[in-house]
């Protein structure tokens, strides 16, 4: 079903490989290989909803795609800023929602859609809208981010893992 709605929203795209399918609906992010489900990950988009326009602090709907991958060999739950390992560990074990820390991994994405996602006001690599981990793993499961789309740390390292830089990611509403 989500292929073929891809094929439709999106003629000319090429639709094999790995498609990461976010549903703020659901508040899932599905991984699609080559048309066959490889797994299906809890996680929390924008608190403030979907919209693309900068400082909105919310999660870009529309077509992506991984443009970078940051975090290589860091260890599970490694505090990231500005993109740049800070040297501290979340402690995993009890949620920290009183910062808004990224964690583990990045992968950074970029909108496919000018003057949806991409170009201007509402670009979504200069809004620096990643799928990442959290230090408060106990927020996913309901929109509670600032715009990016939060993982468990486990979760974001064995996609880190598995997605190439290139993939596709949809952002949906339903």
Same mark, same amino acid.
């Given at each position: 079903?989500?292929?073929?709605?891809?094929?439709?929203?999106?003629?000319?795209?090429?639709?094999?490989?790995? %498609?990461?399918?976010?549903?703020?609906?659901?508040?899932?992010?599905?991984? @699609?290989?080559?048309?066959?489900?490889?797994?299906?990950?809890? %996680?929390?988009?924008?608190?403030?909803?979907?919209?693309?326009?900068?400082?909105?602090?919310?999660?870009?709907?529309?077509?992506?795609?991984?443009?970078? $991958? %940051?975090?290589?060999?860091?260890?599970?739950?490694?505090?990231? $800023?500005?993109?740049?390992?800070?040297?501290?560990?979340?402690?995993?074990?009890?949620?920290?929602?009183?910062?808004? @820390?990224?964690?583990?991994?990045?992968?950074?994405?970029?909108?496919?859609?000018?003057?949806?996602?991409?170009?201007?006001?509402?670009?979504?690599?200069?809004?620096?809208?990643?799928?990442?981990?959290?230090?408060?793993?106990?927020?996913?499961?309901?929109?509670?981010?600032?715009?990016?789309?939060?993982?468990?740390?486990?979760? %974001?390292?064995?996609?880190?893992?598995?997605?190439?830089?290139?993939?596709?990611? @949809?952002?949906?509403?339903?």
């Amino acid at each position: 079903m989500l292929l073929e709605y891809m094929a439709v929203r999106y003629p000319g795209t090429a639709l094999d490989g790995h %498609i990461l399918y976010v549903s703020a609906q659901r508040q899932r992010l599905f991984h @699609v290989v080559d048309g066959r489900m490889q797994g299906s990950y809890l %996680i929390a988009t924008a608190k403030a909803g979907l919209g693309c326009t900068v400082d909105s602090y919310c999660t870009p709907p529309g077509l992506h795609r991984v443009a970078e $991958k %940051i975090g290589d060999g860091l260890p599970l739950g490694a505090v990231l $800023k500005d993109r740049l390992p800070t040297g501290e560990v979340a402690d995993l074990v009890r949620s920290d929602s009183a910062r808004d @820390v990224i964690t583990s991994r990045i992968l950074w994405l970029e909108g496919l859609e000018e003057g949806a996602n991409r170009g201007g006001t509402v670009d979504s690599h200069e809004r620096y809208i990643y799928l990442h981990g959290t230090g408060d793993e106990a927020s996913l499961g309901r929109p509670t981010s600032m715009g990016c789309v939060r993982m468990r740390n486990l979760d %974001i390292v064995a996609l880190y893992d598995q997605v190439p830089v290139g993939a596709l990611v @949809v952002i949906l509403d339903n």
